[in-house]
Nanobody, 125 residues
């Protein structure tokens, strides 16, 4: 199982970015794919989850309404569209995959056995 995150960069507050997580080595029907982020000096935190290939999603309160997670199974890619970015969204963003079938576990890093390398998002004020 491999995950490759990309799409990070520098953007002004209020702007948008789209992150991509390209996956290989597993079937979308059997894994949830999620995004986490780690800001400087802080612990890694849950951002958004796509529960397997059903299309069910979940978001952290801090990003709900601004970020959208989506999945293109034909391209084996999960996206995180980030709009109305704020300086406190600055972080390294990681994608991760989990075989968990229990949605409530997906906000915990412990549910994930596979991680991408991270992509840096910097939002300037």
């Amino acid at each position: 199982v491999q995950l490759q995150a990309s799409g990070g960069g520098l953007v002004q507050a209020g702007g948008s970015l789209r992150l991509s997580c390209t996956t290989s080595g597993f079937l979308a029907d059997y894994y949830a794919v999620s995004w986490f982020r780690q800001a400087p000096g802080k612990e890694r935190a849950f951002v958004a989850a796509m529960f397997r290939s059903y299309g069910t999603t979940d978001y952290a309160d801090a990003v709900r309404g601004r970020f959208t997670i989506s999945r293109d199974n034909a391209k084996n890619t999960v996206y995180l569209q980030m709009n109305s970015l704020r300086p406190d969204d600055t972080a390294v963003y990681y994608c991760a995959a989990s075989p968990s079938v229990i949605r409530s576990t997906l906000k915990s890093q412990a549910a994930y056995g596979y991680w991408g390398q991270g992509t840096l998002v910097t939002v300037s004020s």
